[in-house]
């Protein structure tokens, strides 16, 4: 249903704010209530639709900048979409990602040096909390109780069931995100009364529990169960049990980092039900990053994005305009679908030595190079701030498998790939190389069906050549700009280390270790202020 996110929104008069879930006592801006927005017919489901949103869209009326559903500090309504602000603090402190802009302390993310007070962290802290705080609305408005006291029709009670499955892996998914970027976070749930105190703040592993727990809970079968849809049955957009299992596998390949213990084997456990689900590895890789995307097979969970009816400067917008400029703007129409580049996004060094000149990951038979936009753009970033310092990488493109562009030059047709088929594969192969058990020769097998797609051949003849170092460049090609590189630097142990250095890491041109507070961000100073239970992470 790629729709989804284009129902009309309902006004949500019930979210705790506009910041986050321990500012409670921010008024409601509408004088809808519960019971007269969601007695009606397809209330519950505008509900519904507006969670999903809350991952693409960045209020009720972006046209006017009026009605974003936060208010942060940075420079503009589109910096505060959620999947924008993931990505940029997922790859710009990495070796994947560098940025030209001068926004504010955008810069500060390239060079690893961010305090608890800036705008971007704390817009990406607030977009988690205020996705928590919706899901745990709905959640009480459609109990028991409440849809007897508004006469809700059979027809809608006999989905709510799935429909609070669905609000519930939303939230874990945020839960899943606050855990990775800031270790110790409140636990808030539906239980949790609006306007009374503060909440306490919980460990990294109280969340970690909270998160499997409901993960397990919203994908086992049981009679009368809050249950997803089965793996690769859920309208497209929407959460099936696929969708679950991938981010309860990133929840136990990272365990070490989040609890201080391995958990492959559950991990295995997992990925043997996604890679036995009836999900199919999409023959041509560049089709998964085009206009027509959500007719590409591997896609488990995407984020809708549709040009002309749900337009923000954040997720695929972003990422398709920020990463053209210099000689890729002459034909920018015709080659990538947009009216005109950013000149923002280019890559470092360290990835195109990472892929050999035979590797089709990306491919782009439009530009002048092979996998990387080469023309006029030195290989080295001696310098930010310089577009043209940097290779482009134009991965994402407004435009379908047939040539044609999308239907707006301004806000794409691309849909964000969040999880796919290729990481569940790379996360067995890691599963096992870690000693999680699982099948050597399976995942050789999964190794060599991503290095045939991309033109290598089955190269890999033994699963011996298969060791870390290995691993985390391969998920470095096959899965590059889609916000899992610096997750994945951390649990390789790679992310402040000295040992592994690229273009201005710590602020250094080479490239330096830094410190290892930097593994999270800080909880925002406004959050502190606001919630006298919150301690500081180390070091900041």
């Not at 790629?2 to 910041?19: N, Q």
């Not at 504010?104 to 962290?121: K, P, R």
Request: proline residues 4%.
């Amino acid at each position: 249903m790629r729709s989804s996110y284009l129902v009309l929104f309902v006004a949500l008069f019930f979210t705790l704010g506009v910041v986050g879930c321990t500012d409670v006592g921010v008024n409601p801006k509408s004088s809808a209530t519960g019971n007269n927005v969601l007695s009606e017919e397809g209330g519950y489901k505008s509900f519904l639709a507006k969670l999903y949103a809350g991952l693409s869209t960045t209020g009720q009326d972006v046209s006017s900048g009026e009605e974003v559903d936060i208010e942060a500090g940075v420079p503009d309504v589109g910096s505060t979409q959620y999947m924008r602000l993931f990505w940029e603090l997922q790859e710009l402190p990495t070796d994947e990602a560098v940025i030209a802009w001068d926004d504010q302390t955008i810069q500060d993310f390239n060079t690893m040096s961010w305090n608890a007070d800036d705008a971007f962290n704390e817009a990406m802290y607030s977009r988690i909390f205020f996705q928590v705080a919706q899901v745990n609305e709905f959640l009480r408005q459609s109990q028991e109780g409440r849809l007897d006291e508004r006469g809700v029709s059979t027809e809608v009670r006999e989905q709510m069931s799935q429909w609070r499955a669905e609000a519930r892996f939303l939230r874990a998914l945020s839960y899943w995100h606050a855990i990775d970027l800031y270790g110790d976070v409140p636990l808030v749930t539906e239980d949790f009364a609006r306007g009374a105190e503060p909440p306490e703040q919980s460990t990294r592993e109280e969340i970690f529990n909270f998160v499997e727990s409901e993960l397990r809970a919203i994908t086992e079968d049981s009679e009368g169960a809050e249950t997803l849809a089965p793996a690769g049955q859920a309208p497209y957009g929407r959460a099936d049990k696929g969708a679950a299992w991938m981010v309860l596998s990133k929840l136990y390949m990272n365990a070490e980092v989040y609890i201080g213990e391995p958990r492959y084997s559950e991990a295995i456990d997992v990925l043997d039900n996604i890679i036995g689900a009836p999900y199919q590895l999409e023959p041509d890789y560049q089709h998964l990053f085009l206009a027509d995307n959500h007719t590409a097979d591997g896609m488990i969970f995407a984020v809708p994005h549709d040009g002309q009816n749900e337009q923000s400067f954040g997720g695929t917008t972003f990422l398709a305009h920020a990463s053209i400029g210099g000689e890729a703007n002459a034909n920018v129409e015709e080659d990538f679908g947009l009216n005109t580049g950013w000149f923002g996004l280019r890559t470092t060094p360290s990835v195109v030595d990472r892929f050999s000149p035979e590797d089709a990951r990306p491919e782009y038979p439009s530009a002048p190079s092979n996998q990387f936009y080469a023309e006029g753009q030195s290989k080295e970033v001696q310098d930010l701030m310089q577009f043209s310092n940097g290779y482009m990488v134009v991965k994402f493109q407004n435009v379908t498998s047939a040539g044609e562009p999308g239907s707006d030059l301004n806000f794409v047709d691309t849909d964000y790939p969040m999880f796919r088929l290729a990481d569940a594969y790379l996360m067995y192969a890691e599963a096992v190389e870690r000693g999680g058990g699982g099948d050597e020769a399976t995942a050789l097998q999964l190794i060599n069906d991503l290095r045939a797609r991309a033109g290598l051949g089955r190269d890999i003849s033994s699963f011996s050549e298969v060791d870390e170092q290995f691993l985390l460049d391969e998920r470095s090609r096959e899965l590059l700009w889609e916000g899992h590189r610096r997750t994945d630097l951390i649990r390789f142990g790679e992310y402040t280390s000295g040992d592994n250095l690229w273009a201005w890491k710590g602020g250094v041109q080479g490239g330096q270790g830094v410190s290892e507070t930097l593994r999270l961000y800080p909880i925002p100073t406004s959050e502190l202020l606001a919630n006298p239970n919150m301690d500081q992470n180390d070091g900041y």
